[in-house]
């Protein structure tokens, strides 16, 4: 199976894809018309990729391509909507970065809380200035509000509380029997988050429900002087809400990721946001980018891919429609013969029904086997019928609704 690698891959995790029989292909610095014409010449099966955007036309220049691996956890960058319409699986390797991000988020919590950067830069610039930088809240006692508790939320709960800060969270799927569980306190919204937080840090997906979730109503809420930490996508925050906030309640913000960001390693780049004035602190989205992390999320990889080629089974697979629009389920239990599931597809064919799920269990010895399949309607009586008729092949056929 052929392997197209478009981005920054660990060594391991090539020669992992090597030995799992895959034939590895690495370019790096493929982007942009480059990527789509590599991808139309060389046709891989799998194309992985970090930060690079991979777009619908460069989906639809390869026939071959059956998945796309985010080499990473979010995979907006991806146009997973034209890859669903055109049968590409699309995956993902959750979870292995959590604990660099968390990192990189309690780090902007202490640079923001003792003025790190701004204390180098004068000290570069041969200035002494501790009348200025020996103030400082300090972070042990403060009220921590997380906003999204997964993989990477939960990582940064466990940190905070070595900080002994007290915690309160807010996360779609977050109950409050789960945040007695976690042993934080529970807020009902994201603005309920705002009211109570000293500092605010940001650990969810870019997505519909997600984005501009924090805006001006919630950042309204927000305590003058509180920080604001994102290290997840820039879809989740209004900037220029936030640059109004900064300026009208004296916010510290510490970013990790912005509109409109370079997609290749090095540009020319002036986010606007920290132009704000306050204390604005900004990475260059490396929240990911520790060793440790990339190690971990190339393991993830090879074995994505390696299952892929081995069974044809896509792990962490973001674009499997979880309810289709079936009415009707019949199962036919059947001998294991060559052509008896093309004679049933053929009868529900000549009566325009579509097969939107199907499964086909084999039984010890090879002699039978059972077909479940999922309807968008119930079949005609005669085409059932014409079913159960072919006694030498199908032993027993139900139907039933399952509306």
């Known amino acids: 199976m052929k392997v197209l690698i ?9 020669e992992g894809l090597k030995a ?3 034939n590895v292909i690495f370019e790096p610095d493929l982007k942009d018309d480059a990527l789509t014409a590599a991808l139309k010449s060389q046709d891989p099966s799998v194309l992985v ?18 998945l796309i691996l985010r080499a990473g956890a979010g995979y907006n960058t991806i146009d997973v909507e034209a890859a669903s319409a055109r049968g590409v699986a699309v995956a ?49 006692g403060r009220t921590l509000g997380v906003v999204g508790v997964g993989e990477i939320g939960k990582a940064v709960i466990a940190r905070a509380r070595a900080f002994e800060m007290d915690v309160v969270a807010w996360s779609r799927s977050l109950t409050p029997e789960a945040a007695e569980a976690m042993d ?7 603005a309920e988050v705002a009211e109570q937080c000293d500092v605010m840090s940001l650990h969810v997906a870019a997505a519909a429900e997600t984005k501009n979730l924090i805006n001006a109503q919630v950042l309204s809420k927000m305590k003058a002087g509180a920080y604001l930490i994102n290290t997840s996508r820039a879809d989740v925050v209004d ?27 090095t540009d020319s780049f002036k986010p606007a946001i920290l132009a704000a004035g306050g204390v604005v602190y900004g990475t260059h989205h490396i929240g990911a ?56 597809l053929d009868r529900l064919r000549e009566v325009q029904i579509n097969v939107q799920e199907m499964s086909n269990t084999i039984y010890k010895g090879s002699k039978a086997a059972v077909a479940t399949m999922r309807l968008d309607k119930e079949p005609p009586a005669k085409t059932i019928a014409d079913l159960v008729a072919k006694k030498e092949d199908i032993i027993q056929v139900q139907v039933k609704s399952i509306n």
């Open 92 to 140: 993902n390797c959750p979870g292995k970065n959590a604990v660099a991000v968390a990192e990189l988020a309690m780090g902007l919590m202490l640079a923001l809380d003792r003025r790190i950067a701004d204390n180098t830069a004068e000290l570069r610039a041969g200035n002494w200035n501790k009348k200025e930088y020996s103030k400082a809240p300090g972070l042990k």
């Open 49 to 66: 990729v970090r930060s690079t955007k991979v777009t619908s036309e460069m989906i639809k220049a390869s026939d071959g391509l059956a």
């Open 289 to 344: 980018s520790t060793d440790q992390a990339q190690e971990a999320i190339a393991a993830e990889a090879v074995r994505v891919v390696s299952t892929f080629n081995a069974t044809g089974q896509v792990l962490n697979c973001v674009n499997i429609e979880m309810h289709s629009d079936a009415d009707c389920q019949i199962v036919v239990r059947h001998y294991d013969k060559v052509g008896v599931l093309a004679y049933v």
């Open 184 to 190: 934080v306190r529970y807020a009902r919204s994201v």
């Open 20 to 22: 799992a029989g895959c």
């Open 6 to 14: 478009a981005d920054k891959f660990e060594k391991s995790g090539l």
């Open 239 to 265: 900037y220029d809400a936030l640059a109004n906030a900064i300026k009208e309640k004296n916010l510290r913000v510490g970013l990790d990721v912005y509109p409109n960001e370079p997609s290749s390693g």
